[in-house]
């Protein structure tokens, strides 16, 4: 009995599988292939001092690269994957993905196909950040030299998450995916024309409207910074006012707020939205005093404008694309339900119609730090503009 129950203790795991043995996935590309095929591409992390993968041409790796780049096409995205994996010594690992990046052609063919494995993969993970690589494919970007980190899809990750309130994750897409009267969004990333050496090769200031899960348009940088306001997810992140003749000053966020009400009146929709949010002077290229009454108020309302603006400038755009990027129509279903149920057909040209009524409050903070600029002169302040 004694040598039997020994013998358990000699099966080990069985189908363990060492993490050496393991191309653990950085980031992962799909692009729309020749003749309705679906070309894929992962960057694997290279452990130190182990070499990458094979030297065949669908791979990509050598001495001193942080990663292993490798791409493959096949029918459908797991049919890729497996050519994929033909291809490397290391068996793919998917969990420790940080990046998924979808050619433009794919995006505005539609991406249904990818949500529907992404969800049936157990590796995959809701905090992937989802990036649509705006003209042009997802090996592009996937290749791209870098600055801050040694691997690109890295590097995307650290600038993404740089960039106040546009960080989408899958789970963020999914959720305004499902939503009543919710049109979702994407992260955009975007080639530098003839960087200079040892500068960024892209940037992510734009944003992808994806109706219907097809790419329809994007958003530049101050429109999604409106939708941000708008949807309560600024966070953190900088304002810069232009004064008239006087300069600049800037703002860091520090705190925001944002409350929607929905008016049902003789069939039209209209959104009162008031928002709010307060921050410190973090800079002033003014000779202005801040800390006096007078240019407070002219600073506040110079802030206040452009965050106006911003929001008009989102709202004006989606209403052309229309798509209600905002989740005004889930506002409608949460608050009158039963109206909803009578305009949710409809509701792309009742949002194309709709009137946004606006109220922005910026509160300035420790102004009594900032003050003038220190290196004026007491006759070269300005109380007032």
């Given at each position: 009995?004694?040598?039997?129950?020994?013998?358990?203790?000699?099966?080990?795991?069985?189908?363990?599988?060492?993490?050496?043995?393991?191309?653990?996935?950085?980031?992962?590309?799909?692009?729309?292939?020749?003749?309705?095929?679906?070309?894929?591409?992962?960057?694997?992390?290279?452990?130190?001092?182990?070499?990458?993968?094979?030297?065949?041409?669908?791979?990509?790796?050598?001495?001193?690269?942080?990663?292993?780049?490798?791409?493959?096409?096949?029918?459908?995205?797991?049919?890729?994957?497996?050519?994929?994996?033909?291809?490397?010594?290391?068996?793919?690992?998917?969990?420790?993905?940080?990046?998924?990046?979808?050619?433009?052609?794919?995006?505005?063919?539609?991406?249904?196909?990818?949500?529907?494995?992404?969800?049936?993969?157990?590796?995959?993970?809701?905090?992937?950040?989802?990036?649509?690589?705006?003209?042009?494919?997802?090996?592009?970007?996937?290749?791209?030299?870098?600055?801050?980190?040694?691997?690109?899809?890295?590097?995307?990750?650290?600038?993404?998450?740089?960039?106040?309130?546009?960080?989408?994750?899958?789970?963020?897409?999914?959720?305004?995916?499902?939503?009543?009267?919710?049109?979702?969004?994407?992260?955009?990333?975007?080639?530098?024309?003839?960087?200079?050496?040892?500068?960024?090769?892209?940037?992510?200031?734009?944003?992808?409207?994806?109706?219907?899960?097809?790419?329809i348009g994007y958003l530049n940088d101050e429109e999604t910074r409106g939708v941000m306001w708008l949807r309560g997810k600024i966070g953190r992140g900088y304002i810069t006012a232009d004064i008239p003749k006087q300069g600049s000053v800037t703002l860091f966020l520090t705190g925001t707020n944002r409350k929607i009400e929905p008016m049902l009146t003789k069939g039209r929709v209209q959104f009162n939205v008031r928002v709010s949010g307060k921050g410190e002077v973090v800079e002033n290229n003014t000779k202005l005093d801040i800390s006096s009454k007078e240019t407070y108020a002219m600073i506040k309302s110079a802030f206040e404008d452009e965050v106006k603006r911003y929001i008009q400038?989102?709202?004006?755009?989606?209403?052309?694309?229309?798509?209600?990027?905002?989740?005004?129509?889930?506002?409608?279903?949460?608050?009158?339900?039963?109206?909803?149920?009578?305009?949710?057909?409809?509701?792309?040209?009742?949002?194309?119609?709709?009137?946004?009524?606006?109220?922005?409050?910026?509160?300035?903070?420790?102004?009594?730090?900032?003050?003038?600029?220190?290196?004026?002169?007491?006759?070269?302040?300005?109380?007032?503009?």
């Amino acid at each position: 009995m004694l040598t039997v129950f020994c013998a358990f203790g000699l099966t080990g795991c069985w189908d363990r599988v060492e993490v050496k043995d393991l191309a653990l996935v950085i980031a992962k590309g799909i692009d729309k292939g020749p003749d309705n095929s679906v070309s894929v591409c992962i960057q694997t992390a290279v452990p130190s001092g182990v070499g990458g993968g094979g030297d065949g041409g669908s791979t990509d790796s050598g001495p001193g690269k942080s990663f292993v780049f490798a791409t493959a096409t096949g029918e459908n995205i797991k049919d890729a994957d497996q050519h994929l994996q033909e291809q490397l010594p290391r068996r793919i690992y998917l969990a420790h993905r940080r990046i998924l990046v979808i050619g433009e052609d794919e995006a505005k063919a539609g991406i249904k196909d990818i949500l529907d494995q992404f969800g049936r993969d157990p590796q995959n993970r809701m905090r992937d950040l989802l990036i649509i690589a705006k003209g042009g494919t997802a090996k592009d970007f996937l290749t791209m030299p870098t600055v801050i980190e040694k691997i690109p899809g890295q590097e995307m990750r650290t600038i993404e998450k740089q960039e106040a309130g546009s960080v989408i994750t899958m789970l963020d897409f999914l959720r305004a995916a499902s939503s009543e009267g919710e049109v979702p969004l994407a992260a955009a990333i975007e080639k530098k024309d003839n960087p200079a050496p040892g500068e960024q090769a892209f940037f992510l200031t734009s944003t992808a409207v994806m109706k219907n899960l097809k790419l329809i348009g994007y958003l530049n940088d101050e429109e999604t910074r409106g939708v941000m306001w708008l949807r309560g997810k600024i966070g953190r992140g900088y304002i810069t006012a232009d004064i008239p003749k006087q300069g600049s000053v800037t703002l860091f966020l520090t705190g925001t707020n944002r409350k929607i009400e929905p008016m049902l009146t003789k069939g039209r929709v209209q959104f009162n939205v008031r928002v709010s949010g307060k921050g410190e002077v973090v800079e002033n290229n003014t000779k202005l005093d801040i800390s006096s009454k007078e240019t407070y108020a002219m600073i506040k309302s110079a802030f206040e404008d452009e965050v106006k603006r911003y929001i008009q400038d989102a709202f004006l755009r989606t209403q052309e694309y229309d798509s209600d990027v905002f989740g005004f129509g889930n506002e409608i279903y949460r608050t009158h339900p039963r109206a909803w149920q009578e305009m949710r057909q409809n509701w792309d040209e009742l949002f194309k119609d709709a009137k946004l009524n606006l109220s922005v409050d910026i509160e300035p903070l420790r102004t009594g730090m900032s003050g003038p600029p220190l290196q004026l002169r007491e006759n070269e302040v300005k109380k007032t503009s």
